[in-house]
Every structure is written in C-alpha cells, then in structure tokens.
C-alpha cells in the first residue's frame, strides 16, 4: 500500500506563472489536507477536501490559491500568479476518516519562486 | 489560527535523557495527536489520543491527555540521537461540520550524543 505521494518534489517557478502541485492519497482514503510550512516554522492549515468536495478552505487566501479533489485522480492545489512570498514547502496529508483518525503525509512540494 | 500551543520550543538534552514536552489547546476536541518531522521531510504519526483517555503508551512514548487543563504532554523515555527531530501536537478541530486538523507550532528536540 503505497504511502501519500506528491509530485512533483520541488518546482521552481517565475514570478508570475502557474504552480500545480499534485497529492495522491493513500488507497482508501477519502480526506485531504492541504498545509504550507515555512522554514523553521510549523504547519499552516490551507484547506480541508473530501472527494469531490471543499469542506473547509478557511486557510487559503482567496485571490491566486484553489484546490481540488476531483471523483478519480489526485488532489491539485493551484496557486495562480506566483509571488515571492508563495515560496515554501507545501505538504498534503491523507486520512481514512478525517480528523478521527491518525493523518498520513506525503514528503511535500518545495516550491521557489524566481 | 494555531490551536495547540507546544512548549518548549526548544528542547536540548543528552542521550539517556527523558524528553518532555507540552500543548495546550484551546477549545473541545476530539482527540489530540502527536507527530514527528525530521527536517525537510514528512510528519510522521506517532499517537493518538481520544479525549475520553488519560494515558497512552507506544514503546518508549508515553502520552497523557487533560481534557480539564486542556493540555497533553509526550515523554520520550531513554532519549536517542535519532529521536532528534520537531514534533508536532495536532488537533481535531470541529467547526460548522469540519474536521480540520491543526498544528502547533512545534518543539524542536535536539538529542546529544
């Protein structure tokens, strides 16, 4: 049973561009969570998706940032525009039952923008 | 906003040692969870604890959860130099149907040799 997968590893981007980060979760997982990491820092929540569904984006800005967890495939957290300060580390976790159960992470999306 | 709170921030300790560390938190929850980040890499689950249990044990991790302080404690018995890493309290926490799961801001352990 493979593990939460994220793609790709690192990305850079120019000011401005596009940056799609990718999160299998693991099989059999329905919950997805979506957090940003800072050096030195911990982890911010973004947003909370179960298949098909936003069940709580409060940590997402609303301008540039949109996430997805579409019926087949994996999740896409999309930041349009990028800026300097998007840069950091972008983890996606998995769960079985959302919050009542134990969270699996992937090893994250390091994204530096030029 | 962060709901648990860990303490210390930082923590340096020999090897053998006893690591404790502390979070608080804010409002009812669920349960409360402890995770482990090496740097640059993953969390890594460690324990869960329900809010309806005082103590809970795995391997050399002993938890323990105050549901009336609003806190919990991780103690790592018989430190090692590779227990070195941050580590993470999260919470469950249930807002209009959300389960959203919160992080502190973490302890960084540091283990000597």
């Known amino acids: 049973n493979a593990g939460v997968m994220q793609n790709p590893r690192h990305l850079v981007r120019r000011r401005g561009q596009e940056a799609r980060l990718r999160c299998s979760p693991m099989k059999g997982h329905s919950h997805v969570y979506w957090y940003r990491q800072l050096p030195e820092e911990g982890l911010k929540f973004m947003v909370y998706l179960q298949k098909e569904n936003i069940i709580d984006e409060s940590g997402m800005p609303k301008e540039r940032f949109s996430a997805e967890f579409p019926k087949e495939g994996p999740s896409i957290l999309r930041i349009q525009q990028v800026v300097r300060g998007d840069s950091a580390a972008y983890f996606c976790?998995?769960?079985?039952?959302?919050?009542?159960?134990?969270?699996?992470f992937g090893q994250g999306t390091r994204l530096t923008v030029v | 906003s962060q709901q648990g709170e860990e303490d210390p921030q930082a923590l340096s300790i020999q090897e053998g040692e006893n690591a404790t560390m502390n979070c608080s938190y804010k409002t009812s929850i669920n349960n409360l969870q402890w995770y482990r980040q090496n740097s640059g890499r993953g969390l890594v689950h460690l324990i869960l604890i329900r809010s309806n249990e005082r103590e809970k044990h795995s391997g050399r991790l002993r938890v323990t959860l105050d549901t009336s302080k609003k806190s919990s404690s991780l103690l790592i018995t018989a430190s090692r130099a590779a227990d070195t890493a941050s580590y993470f309290c999260?919470?469950?926490?249930?807002?209009?149907?959300?389960?959203?799961?919160?992080f502190g801001k973490g302890t960084k352990l540091t283990v000597n040799p």
């Open positions: 976790a998995s769960s079985r039952n959302g919050g009542r159960s134990e969270a699996f």
């Open positions: 999260a919470t469950a926490l249930t807002q209009g149907g959300s389960e959203k799961l919160v």
